[in-house]
Structures are given as C-alpha cells and as structure tokens.
C-alpha cells in the first residue's frame, strides 16, 4: 500500500500564497507521477498540476498557469504545490495523487485524504 498525506492548506486572502506539500509512503519502488488536483463544492474534481519523474515534464490547468507551480523531491517522494495570487475561484479542497510501482511487482494509484483551500476576497 502507499500512502499520501497532504499539508499546508488554510485560509488566505486574495492575492495571497500558499504551499502545499505532499509525502508518499509505504512500499513504493517507483513514482512515475505526482499530482494536485481540487475539487470546489458542487463542481467535479478537476485537474490542477502534474508532474513526471525526475522534475518534469508537468503539466497545468489554464486556470492556475503563471500562478501555480509544481515541484519534487524524489528523494523524499514528495510533490509541492507553490500557489501565488491566489483568487477566491481556487477555493476548493485540494487532493494529492501519486501513480508508480510498488516493491511487490505491481502498480499503484494512490490519494491523499485532501487539505481545504479557502480564499477570501
């Protein structure tokens, strides 16, 4: 099993920042890819960022392009997301995904339990 738990989510005002950063655990040979997504009350869960192994290449939302970036830690199997300018339309309860190899031969698709994201205005 592999494991994801979120952190860095809260409350901020419009303009403002925020990080988050996301740590998989358990029995993980490899991480192909790691990615935020969100989903806001009423609406679908909606992809935010993504990113390979190795750093790159990623991949973002219109909505959060020049705003939001993604990074990793492979060392540590961690995902970043640095969000900048942050507008009320980004709150939303934000979801970590991670897909890779296990150790026992085998893939995963993992999801953290989520962080909430409010941006006042």
């Known amino acids: 099993q592999v494991q994801l738990v979120e952190s860095g989510g809260g409350l901020v005002q419009a303009g403002g920042s925020l990080r988050l950063s996301c740590v998989a655990s358990g029995s993980i040979f490899s991480i192909n890819a790691m990615g935020w997504y969100r989903q806001a009350p009423g609406k679908q869960r909606e992809l935010v960022a993504v990113?390979?192994?190795?750093?790159?290449?990623?991949n973002y939302a219109d909505s959060v392009k020049g705003r939001f970036t993604i990074s990793r830690d492979n060392a540590k199997n961690t995902v970043y997301l640095q969000m900048n300018s942050l507008k009320p339309e980004d709150t939303a309860v934000y979801y970590c995904?991670?897909?890779?190899?296990?150790?026992?031969?085998?893939?995963?698709?993992?999801w953290g339990q989520g962080t909430q994201v409010t941006v006042s205005s």
């Open positions: 990113i390979t192994s190795g750093g790159g290449p990623t």
């Open positions: 995904n991670a897909r890779g190899i296990t150790v026992r031969p085998g893939s995963f698709i993992s």
